[in-house]
């Protein structure tokens, strides 16, 4: 019987299912557990980033603390979905200026208390527990901005633009005070970050004016030592033999004034400061009749206005820190040089002539006497003792565009201001009002400066820190025309080539190198020994597309507008071209939107092309575009 038992097999079967379900639905349950814990993990990542981006966009509008924290956790819940949010926890730690600004950090505990685990834990004897889950977001809010409005001072911002009855230059100054009280009224709800939004002002022409009370300044030029310092300086006639008390010696990179006769100066740089120092002039303290018989002390003929010169390629079109170890970053004053012609004949006011009354009309900035008639027109120019003689009483006066600053025509830089705070907001607004339309056009000159007035490098240091990722640098340049240096037909004569500028005269070669300063490093579209009107156009827009590509390729965001600009409006083909290379250029040196696109889906150029009628409607397009800036990427 017993045998039978055993041989016999009904119901294998089904023992054998039995055994088996037990760890199958083991597995089952398991697995329904697993994908609900991973739902439900993924309902409240969703849920954290939902809540994260929309409270940064709250907080950008300015809502206070408490408000923040709760339309936070609101937010967190109604998007929860699938999960019970009494199982999660929310934190907010919201951005302020001692963990650094900017920052919003949420983070998110879910608990998930598991549906068949405890039975099957209870089955083999042990304790079910429930799952815990922690997260966090870290959120950067572009809610800080440094905006750098370099705009055209040049001569043709006088004039009348379009239907409004107004000249460009009074158009644009509304305009842009618009845009910076639009920014200051987003930018005072911030009361997260400190100095939520800055604006720096850089008015262009010829040249830049970076203020004459930074002649001290350790990245200027102290010493002389730039390759462009004394380019348009001869001092070989101011030797020991020629005058033992008074002259100058060059020991290294530096020209030294030797000799006793510079009192206090004595063994010092002498520099172009130093010159704006040194050139007097004389005036009357007591006439009798049409003679003076009594004379002031000689007094300071003109002090530095504050205009640089460009610094040599490739210095001119970066943000490269200035430094004594490598000259040529240094920042050079302006001295336009006394161009030939004697401007007065007697020389010490005793009623006779000392020189002729020579001069040549193509040099229009004759301010000072040619010290001797001996010396050929090149000569006349470059010598170095006429700036050392004073002008007596008497002489003629100079005309008011002449003399070492000329081409200087533009106001001072203002550097950053906090336009949250109304000092800053008014100090800004009231260097836009104090523009005034003079010179010619140097963009890339402007954006040069504008790129160093948000950058953290020296010579302006008010701009965050360049590695900052919660701000946003911004240059924001507007023309009305090409750039342009005004050329001279003086070949056979001094050479100078062009009227003097930002840098120098297109006609001297920079010592060191086979070429003119403006045609340094520049490609095949520019000639390097034509010296016209075009070529020189051509050079400033090489500059132009270089200076724009480092700035962006440094993380500077670059916008741009013409100013009733249309190649239409000119009649003949040459000036067509010029004014269309101008747009192409422009839009060429303009970043990318990060949040428009064009008409072919590809990011939309942040160029505008404006006229005097519609450019109070772009800088508002412009201000939207710079408050999408503000919001959460």
């Avoid at 008497?394 to 533009?410: I, L, R």
């Avoid at 003079?438 to 954006?447: A, C, F, K, R, S």
């Avoid at 009733?564 to 970043?591: E, H, N, R, V, Y």
């Amino acid at each position: 019987m017993f045998r039978k038992f055993f041989r016999d097999t009904r119901g294998n079967y089904a023992l054998m299912t039995v055994i088996a379900l037990v760890p199958l639905m083991g597995a089952l349950v398991l697995a329904v557990d697993y994908t609900e814990i991973s739902r439900q993990r993924q309902d409240t990542l969703n849920a954290l980033d939902a809540a994260g981006l929309a409270t940064a966009r709250y907080i950008a509008g300015g809502a206070s603390d408490q408000q923040a924290i709760a339309y936070a956790n609101d937010f967190f819940k109604i998007n929860l979905r699938h999960v019970d949010p009494v199982n999660t926890v929310l934190t907010v730690v919201l951005p302020n200026n001692n963990n650094g600004g900017g920052t919003l950090k949420i983070c998110a505990e879910l608990t998930y208390s598991p549906y068949f685990l405890p039975a099957a834990a209870m089955l083999i004897g042990r304790e079910s527990r429930d799952f815990k889950f922690n997260t966090c977001s870290e959120i950067r809010l572009k809610n800080t901005l440094e905006v750098s409005l370099v705009l055209d001072n040049s001569t043709s911002m006088n004039t009348k633009g379009g239907t409004t009855g107004k000249a460009r230059m009074v158009l644009l100054k509304d305009a842009a005070k618009q845009l910076v009280s639009t920014l200051a009224l987003q930018a005072e709800q911030m009361k997260q970050v400190d100095k939520p939004v800055q604006f720096s002002l850089v008015p262009f022409a010829a040249s830049v004016n970076i203020g004459p009370d930074n002649k001290d300044k350790s990245w200027m030029d102290l010493s002389g030592t730039s390759p462009v310092h004394h380019e348009d300086f001869d001092w070989s006639t101011m030797t020991k033999s020629a005058n033992s008390s008074k002259y100058i010696e060059k020991s290294g990179d530096v020209y030294y004034m030797r000799g006793t006769g510079w009192g206090s100066d004595q063994n010092k740089p002498m520099t172009r400061f130093k010159l704006y120092d040194l050139i007097m002039a004389q005036t009357c303290k007591k006439k009798n009749g049409s003679k003076c018989t009594t004379f002031n002390s000689p007094e300071q003929y003109e002090e530095w206005a504050g205009c640089v010169e460009a610094r040599p390629s490739p210095y001119n079109n970066n943000d490269e820190t200035p430094t004594s170890g490598t000259p040529a970053t240094l920042f050079v004053p302006m001295f336009a040089p006394d161009e030939p012609g004697n401007f007065w004949r007697d020389t010490n006011g005793d009623g006779t002539n000392d020189v002729n009354n020579s001069s040549w009309s193509v040099y229009t900035n004759n301010w000072w006497v040619d010290s001797s008639d001996s010396l050929s027109v090149t000569g006349r120019q470059r010598d170095m003792r006429k700036y050392f003689m004073v002008k007596p009483w008497n002489a003629s006066a100079a005309s008011s565009s002449s003399g070492p600053n000329s081409s200087c025509t533009t106001k001072p830089i203002t550097p950053l201001q906090d336009v949250t705070k109304e000092a800053g907001k008014q100090k800004i607004t009231t260097a836009i009002d104090a523009m005034a339309a003079n010179g010619y056009t140097n963009v890339p000159e402007g954006i040069a400066w504008g790129w160093r007035t948000v950058s953290s490098n020296e010579p302006f240091t008010e701009g965050r820190p360049n590695t900052d990722k919660g701000n946003d640098k911004v240059v924001i340049v507007l023309t009305d025309g090409a750039n342009t240096y005004d050329s001279v037909s003086d070949a056979s004569y001094v050479g100078n080539r062009s009227t003097y500028a930002a840098y120098g005269y297109a006609g001297q070669t920079l010592p060191g190198s086979s070429t003119t300063r403006l045609f340094l490093d520049t490609d095949s579209t520019v000639s390097k020994n034509s010296y016209t009107d075009a070529n020189y156009t051509a050079a400033l827009n090489w500059h132009m597309k270089t200076v724009c590509q480092n700035a962006k390729d440094s993380n500077i965001l670059v916008m741009t507008v013409s100013l009733d600009l249309d190649p239409s409006q000119f009649s003949k083909k040459a000036d067509k071209d010029t004014a269309q290379a101008q747009i192409d250029g422009l839009k060429t040196c303009a970043s990318d939107s990060r949040y428009r696109q064009d008409e072919d889906g590809k990011p939309a150029k942040l160029y505008w092309n404006a006229t005097s009628d519609n450019l109070s409607e772009k800088f508002r397009e412009i201000a939207d575009e710079l408050s999408n800036l503000r919001v959460v990427k």
